[in-house]
């Protein structure tokens, strides 16, 4: 297999650097290369000036405002993504609910929530996940009752990211109990705004407020919500998880975050020297930079396949999961170490609160808060034990 870049594609990849160095808000790369968390309002500007460019929703059919791109240019468009620190697209509105929308929607559903997804006019979050119902998503228990025009619902998600800033919620429901689990399940759209819809914060490791607990009591949703038929969200859902395998090991942010710690071990000192001259620490920044070219090689592999037309459920992609979590979560870890004490986000706040001054350099304070929420890659999307067992079940055949 030819791993090598055709001239047209080294070509587009010079164009979208081009476009990221002209457009990207130098506010934006900032907070991005400090690890700062972005506003919503980061989110939805550059989600704006994507969309203005015709490049807001790439894996979406042209019709509906995609690229046409294969996969070969969408891996070149998010490899330099990360290297200009540009924020990732909103995967609820851009790679999950999108596509579905584009390929179950009825025309109403379409010309109604297309758009707005594009521009981030609306915010979508997930829920699918419940208290017990997480890897074995299919036992959700979350009731749809059909009610005339309306579906009822009753019960609780968890896990909701987002689901404090969004507008819409695209949810998996059960609307029956009969037959295998898979079969009784709904994909619904859900106005956050719905009366007897309540979120809840749930504060991670990292003492920030991403996700929540989301409770619904005799929520009414009317049946025009409902994605393709009642009782096929299951394989609805199945759908959208193929949606961003070319992008899912994300090595081009862990490229960016070691080119990053390299340059602030230059800068930091340990022993009386640059921590980047330590051949301690050179050993673990050489293993995490093979490790990483070794996983760039089977992501391009399994671009390659894909461009070609190969299957949208490579069961390599678990591989791609698996690893490319490990490695987002090593290159956080080095940044801890580069940061060394001024990583103590508390004494941090601490500090700065009794002094009124900074404390440490402006990229060290995140760098704890950053390592903790990446724990928490390799378990959504998939844990990393779900990914070893569809390895071993369809790559080693156990
Ligand atoms: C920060 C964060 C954000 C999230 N955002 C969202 C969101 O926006 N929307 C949403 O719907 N969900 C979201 N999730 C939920 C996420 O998808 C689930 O946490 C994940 O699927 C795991 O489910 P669980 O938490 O119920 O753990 P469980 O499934 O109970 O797993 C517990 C442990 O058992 C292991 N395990 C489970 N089954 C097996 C098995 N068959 N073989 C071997 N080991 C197994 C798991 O790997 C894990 O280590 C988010 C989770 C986190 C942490």
Redesign the pocket.
Known sequence: MDLRFTSEEIAFRAEVRDFFESNLPPDIRRKQVLGQRLAKEDIVNWQRILNKKGWACPLWPVEYGGTGWDAVRYFIFKEESYRAYAPDALS?NITQSGPVICAFGTPEQKEFFLPKLRNMDIWM?????EP??????ASLKTRAVREGDHYIINGQ??????GHRADWMYGLVRTSTDGKKQAGISYLLIDMKSPGVQVRPVV?LDNDH??NETFFENVKVPVSNLIGEENKGWSIAKFALGNERAGIAKVGLSKARLALVKALAQRVEADGRPLAESPRFREKMALIETELKALEITNMMVVAAMAKGGSKQDPRTSVLKLKGSELQQATTELMLEVAGPHAMANQHEFLEARTGETVGPDWAGTSSPNYY?NR?VS????????Q??IVAKAVLGL
Do not use: P, R
């Open positions: 609820h979050c997930q829920g699918f996940s017990g119902s997480g890897s074995d998503l998600k968890l896990w909701t990211t987002n991670t991403h996700t929420f928490a378990i959504f999307g998939g844990s990393s034990e779900i070893h067992n």
